[in-house]
């Protein structure tokens, strides 16, 4: 596996005014360097950053696995197990490449872009095909890192801390669907794409 640190991830932000995309897919959990949660491994090897490019809203569904039984006093008593987490989101017209030529982030995660090549992500994100590859070749559980505003998840300094993923979660796909909107001259299509995960 390839070490990458937290400069790395910084870089391949781009357009996203300083806060990293709101979703990766990684085959590992990473590990914590310096306060920040690190995917190893090589890009769209064994992590994708998934793009912002017309995403909608991520949606959080709680869970909670129980059984409830009522007593013979008629008072209801819960016997919980855990709670686990749906996520589901979706974009419109997605481009179905990231890029015009395969993207390759050197070791301080820089894209590395010719100069007759162009990315059509606007984040450099995974395009629809990415993501369509990584379900298909993801039939057991992966990791998702998130990084949206969970105050609680941060022990301290907890006012500063929105540069950086601070959720991993083990998920499966639970639902995974594309449609081809509209195709592209010779360049690439756009796709409306929607996924469900579901905690493991």
């Given amino acids: 596996m390839t070490d990458i640190d937290k ?12 806060r990293p995309q709101a979703m990766l897919f990684s085959e590992n959990p990473g ?4 306060g920040y949660y690190i995917p190893q491994g090589q890009e769209f090897e064994d992590f994708i950053l998934v793009s912002d490019h017309n ?5 959080f569904k709680p869970n909670r696995i129980e059984t409830k039984v009522r007593t013979v006093n008629g008072r209801m008593r819960s016997y919980h197990v855990a709670d686990k987490l749906s996520i589901s989101t979706s974009w419109d017209n997605l481009p179905s ?8 982030p050197d070791e301080s995660g820089t894209l590395i872009v010719g100069a007759n090549d162009l990315v059509y992500t606007a984040d450099g994100g995974a395009g629809g095909v990415d993501l369509l ?7 057991g559980s992966f990791w998702v890192f998130l990084a949206y505003d969970k105050l609680t998840n941060f022990t301290d300094d907890n006012y500063n801390k929105l540069d950086r993923y601070n959720e991993i979660i083990e998920v499966f796909f639970d639902d995974f669907q594309y449609d081809i909107v509209a195709r592209g001259r010779a360049t690439h299509d756009f796709w409306n794409i929607s996924l469900s995960l579901e905690e493991v």
């Fill in 133 to 139: 590859n990584w379900y298909e070749n993801h039939q």
């Fill in 31 to 34: 590990i914590l360097q310096d």
């Fill in 97 to 104: 490449r990231a890029s015009s030529a395969q993207l390759n």
């Fill in 55 to 59: 995403r909608k809203q991520i949606q």
């Fill in 7 to 18: 400069d790395y991830l910084n870089n391949r932000r781009m357009l996203n005014a300083g």
